[in-house]
């Protein structure tokens, strides 16, 4: 007489079956909170509020704020936060007109690539602070400074001497 090989499938089934039947018997439920049964099945009422351990999973964005805090980010991430978002902040028209060219404290400094740009930009300089404080944070930017376009530079190259240079036709 031969022996059949057992299937695993059906022992895979036979398994599933005894945890099941083992944990009701534990008065574990499908469905229910870690633990919940456990402390039915003691005796113990179950807790509204659990308290927090280490050991439970944290979200991806506490974790990243607990991180930035802890190494003393926080400046250098708002001023990319401000910096990445720019075109959301003042939209994407400006955006386009209007780059950030420098973060010093709170003071943005902004160089737009035309004269009548520069001019639109201190009109809105009100409005894109305070849309500023209300994407990224109260006081992150306290000050913007709007730059023209700037002149041609006549340095070339990393050896270049002083002096006025050819300003002859620039006045």
Known sequence: MTEEEPDPLHAAHDALARARRSARERGLRPGAPAGAGRRRALGQAPS?????????????????????????????????????????????????????????????????????????????????????????????????????PGGPSWRKGPLSSGGRGPRDTYG
Do not use: C, N, Y
Request: without cysteine; proline residues 1%.
């Open 48 to 148: 509204a509020g659990r308290d927090k351990d280490d050991r439970d999973p944290h979200t991806v964005g506490a974790e990243i704020d607990r991180l930035v805090a802890s190494r003393g980010w926080d400046a250098e991430v708002q001023v990319g936060a401000v910096i990445g978002r720019w075109a959301e902040i003042v939209g994407e028209q400006v955006a386009t007109h209007v780059e950030v060219v420098a973060f010093e404290g709170t003071v943005l400094t902004v160089r737009s690539d035309s004269t009548a740009w520069a001019t639109q930009m201190r009109l809105l300089t009100a409005t894109v602070l305070a849309r500023i404080d209300g994407e990224v944070g109260t006081g992150v930017v306290t000050e913007i400074v709007v730059r023209g």
